[in-house]
């Protein structure tokens, strides 16, 4: 079994038709499974959702702390772009030797908005994850870099290798 | 580099608005790789555009003959759902002992139609092609099978391992 | 209130991922009010669920008692486009002198498909069937012709005067 | 001739995937109404790109003297929908007596985002505009009021009698 862990993100972003912003109610996960036909055997689990600029140390290490006790060796997490290889780093440091593989993706555009890029990025996350081995990936754009050998270059919005 | 080659099925279909019927025009991949903001360095060729049930010996050999001669280690190839085992196959045979890692992966929704699997599909056989050792795979429904390990369930669409 | 009688066509097309195939199931016709933030006073109600090229003088009789006994003046109808202005001279014939706004509408592109013509041919028909006096129309592309002044143009599927 | 007049509003916005908000840049209304495969003479100009909460009286004015001045009878002006009526309102009242059929319609969600009603809003408007007489009208949720008898409902985000 695959655990899917949710943080948010531009991934789960919807817009307020009353207000005329974005905003996060639930995730789209379930929704874009459905859409891909996935049959792989996942379990789901939301544990926060917001965006990621807004990600503090205390929702770092509560991340770290679900990866530590998860029973499944497999797991991918939807995150927000911005701090994603910094969520990255932070598992590979807590988590040095472990015997999990965790691979950490997102969108730039969000699900809802119907042009978006993360259904691609989650069918590739959820294949990255069966087949590597244990470590921290990040997966965008159709490749994956593990924690310690990635950006995200801001101007461009792809994430590359350093 | 990766190689893509295209050989139509449900991914490529298209409506045809004057005569209410499905029909192949030209291949949505590069279309896809955009929206999936994919940076992976590819090569896109189309080898033909039919639908799979009329696949016949000789296209099969024809995409026999390009994935032996092909430059690239990694081929994906974009494929009707309802033959894609029997080509899987037929690769598996001419290409035993070969060096090449080849997936083949479809879609049971045309992308033209909105809400298609083939982004999911498409994200998910360009990671297994990155990452698995030499082969023949069949990548659907997030999972991905050896050429002599999957059918096609006819009832449910769904691939499984036999 | 208006009266929204569905016939099928276009309009609710659905593509059935087993076969490969266009079928019809449901109307999409609440779903694309939904959409359209529609708060009209409307009553749906599905006569049937073919082909227009399936429909028969039978099928017709039906239409035309259905508009004769609808307690609503104004009515929409949904219908295929290929015998659409056929159906829309059968009622002008039948309903001569009536108190009754009928405006039959379609689509060029199924509504499931996405990048569909529907939801824009709703919100015309259910305009002019508002403002319109009593008589039969079709409103196609954005235009509105009365029954005896209109045919399609099988070769562009543009609904033009004659 | 129908003369489309854009000031941007809901139905215009997109979003920026580098910064992760939404933005004007160009009008969406060629390519709504090439998918609304509309045969409609039309001819659109742009006066501003501005979320309608921030027109100011110059910016009224300005759409004013384009109504005034236009060569058409007919106009549609896309508008936000948070100060529509204001800006209906006070072209009610500068062009009193006028021969001109203006309909103001907008969008709750950008059509840029896959599921708005904007389609559904401009079939109906450039319906409207064609069929009812001089003077100043709201189009929206497939209604039409004149100018003087409509409020937007912020709780709702319905436009309604008043």
Same mark, same amino acid.
Not at 21 to 46: I, N, W, Y
Not at 91 to 119: E, H
């Given at each position: 079994?695959?655990?899917?862990?949710?943080?948010?993100?531009?991934?789960?972003?919807?817009?307020?038709?009353?207000?005329?912003?974005?905003?996060?109610? @639930?995730?789209?996960?379930?929704?874009?499974?459905?859409?891909?036909?996935?049959?792989?055997?996942?379990?789901?689990?939301?544990?926060?959702?917001?965006?990621?600029?807004?990600?503090?140390?205390?929702?770092?290490?509560?991340?770290?702390?679900?990866?530590?006790?998860?029973?499944?060796?497999?797991?991918?997490?939807?995150?927000?772009?911005?701090?994603?290889?910094?969520?990255?780093?932070?598992?590979?440091?807590?988590?040095?030797?472990?015997?999990?593989?965790?691979?950490?993706?997102?969108?730039?555009?969000?699900?809802?908005?119907?042009?978006?890029?993360?259904?691609?990025?989650?069918?590739?996350?959820?294949?990255?994850?069966?087949?590597?081995?244990?470590?921290?990936?990040?997966?965008?754009?159709?490749?994956?870099?593990?924690? @310690?050998?990635?950006?995200?270059?801001?101007?461009?919005?792809?994430?590359?290798?350093?």
């Amino acid at each position: 079994m695959i655990r899917i862990l949710v943080t948010g993100g531009t991934f789960d972003k919807e817009y307020n038709e009353l207000a005329g912003t974005l905003f996060f109610k @639930d995730t789209h996960l379930p929704e874009m499974l459905r859409l891909g036909r996935s049959r792989l055997d996942v379990a789901v689990r939301t544990l926060m959702m917001i965006d990621s600029l807004e990600m503090t140390d205390a929702d770092r290490a509560l991340i770290v702390e679900h990866c530590r006790r998860s029973d499944e060796r497999q797991i991918v997490i939807t995150h927000g772009t911005d701090t994603m290889v910094e969520t990255a780093q932070a598992l590979a440091v807590a988590l040095t030797g472990g015997t999990r593989t965790i691979v950490l993706t997102g969108a730039m555009v969000p699900y809802a908005f119907g042009s978006s890029d993360g259904l691609f990025n989650l069918g590739s996350a959820l294949s990255f994850v069966q087949v590597l081995p244990p470590g921290v990936y990040v997966a965008m754009n159709g490749r994956c870099f593990t924690a @310690d050998r990635v950006r995200k270059n801001r101007e461009t919005g792809v994430f590359e290798a350093i």
